[in-house]
């Protein structure tokens, strides 16, 4: 019976030893409590109590500069990523700003021109010249029928005849003219003076004289009061006639924007063109 009171007494002294022992040296909060509030039961000193929680105390003092430095260090680092972005968004109102005065510093592109001329004007130009120039040609495909009306058999009215004259393309104040319808050969390049040449567009007859189509001819450029005149120098075949090119019933053809190439003009391969002879007069 003793041996078991004094194992019983021996685990006793053993445990208060032992949670003495943990109390001193490790923070367990059930033990700390249980130790404080039993302190005379385990034989525990007040002072003992006094000391560790002195200890804690200083540990959680020790403790707070380290959490002041993270937290300060976590505001600088909140402060720069604040400054980056407002560095980067000044950067961007920047690049904005240079992009447009580079724009505005960039030169007006001008308007293509053609000959010297804005490009819907000179096309609206080329259109109503070749609406007239369509108008002449078919006023003088009409003359050039007129023209070419056969001579019609004398009439006789009591055994007397009166012969009927054809229809004549004179005017009052100008002489016959006989039409010619013809094509700038290949495309030239001319100055004052300078010999041109043209094709017929079509079989005519003039005065008898059958002048077959693609047949060439020459002609001399005068240019002068804003039109350029070709005046007929030889057409084989066809000798004693004078004539020039007319445009609109009248003669020479108005300078344009389009046909002026350098200090010279121009004209294309083709280019429909009306002449008018007449018989030359010694």
């Given at each position: ?24 040296n ?47 260090q ?12 407002s560095?980067?968004a ?90 010619l ?5 290949g ?15 079509k ?38 006639y ?11 053809l ?29």
């Amino acid at each position: 019976m003793k041996k078991y009171i004094i194992i019983s007494i021996g685990s006793i002294a053993a445990s208060i030893f032992l949670i003495v022992v943990l109390y001193k040296n490790v923070d367990i909060p059930v033990l700390d409590a249980i130790v404080e509030n039993t302190t005379e039961a385990l034989g525990i000193k007040p002072t003992m109590v006094a000391e560790k929680q002195e200890r804690k105390a200083q540990q959680a003092e020790n403790l707070q500069p380290t959490d002041n430095r993270i937290t300060e260090q976590l505001q600088r680092a909140a402060a720069e990523k604040r400054r980056d972005d407002s560095l980067a968004a000044v950067q961007l109102k920047l690049d904005s700003i240079a992009q447009a005065s580079l724009a505005a510093k960039q030169p007006e592109q001008p308007k293509k021109k053609l000959f010297n001329a804005e490009v819907d004007k000179e096309l609206a130009r080329q259109l109503e010249e070749e609406k007239l120039r369509a108008q002449a040609q078919r006023i003088a495909d009409s003359l050039a029928k007129v023209a070419a009306v056969p001579e019609k058999p004398k009439r006789k009215l009591f055994n007397a005849h009166i012969e009927e004259q054809p229809i004549s393309t004179t005017t009052s104040s100008g002489p016959q003219l006989s039409y010619l319808e013809a094509k700038a050969h290949g495309a030239q390049r001319f100055t004052d003076n300078e010999v041109v040449n043209f094709r017929i567009s079509k079989p005519t007859t003039i005065n008898g004289v059958e002048l077959p189509a693609n047949l060439v001819f020459t002609t001399k450029a005068n240019v002068f009061d804003g039109k350029v005149h070709f005046v007929i120098q030889r057409i084989e075949n066809l000798s004693g006639y004078k004539g020039e090119n007319y445009h609109n019933g009248t003669q020479g053809l108005m300078l344009t924007a389009s046909m002026k190439n350098g200090d010279g003009y121009v004209i294309s391969d083709g280019q429909p063109f009306t002449f008018g002879l007449q018989k030359a007069t010694n």
